[in-house]
């Protein structure tokens, strides 16, 4: 199982643009990063995998967030872009040694905690306005 960390997360400003990274130690094939609001379902935003770098974002996020990955530093990347007081949340990076996370799958298939056996321990976002 691999072993993930957040960091990134903090305190930022309506407006400003936010990179939240996921550090992994081990093997995995795609890597997801969900939000969780209070009160909320924890959702799915965006993936990626590691082999050829085909990646989802999810409608929520689409046009304002990139997400990225480094094989040599095993380390996926989101970044934020015009942050809103919507986005406060605890973003959890998540992967999975089998999933391969692409459109096609998404196409009948809304992304699913479940989905993924390894998960970080969370970093908090919090937008003033």
């Known amino acids: 199982q691999v072993q993930l960390v957040e960091s990134g997360g903090g305190l930022v400003q309506t407006g400003d643009s936010l990179t939240l990274s996921c550090k992994a130690s081990?093997?995995?094939?795609?890597i997801a990063w969900f939000r969780q609001a209070p009160g909320k379902e924890r959702e799915g935003i965006s993936c990626?995998?590691?082999?050829?770098?085909?990646?989802y974002l999810a409608n929520s996020v689409r046009g304002r967030s990139t997400i990225s990955r480094d094989n040599d530093k095993d380390t996926v990347s989101l970044r934020m872009d015009s942050v809103t007081p919507e986005n406060p949340a605890v973003y959890y990076c998540?992967?999975?040694?089998?999933?391969?996370?692409?459109?096609?799958?998404?196409?009948?298939?809304?992304?699913?905690?479940?989905?993924?056996?390894?998960w970080g321990q969370g970093t908090q976002v919090t937008v003033s306005s």
């Open positions: 998540a992967a999975d040694s089998m999933l391969y996370c692409d459109n096609d799958w998404l196409q009948d298939h809304k992304m699913s905690p479940k989905d993924f056996t390894s």
């Open positions: 081990g093997f995995y094939n795609a």
């Open positions: 990626i995998n590691r082999s050829d770098g085909t990646k």
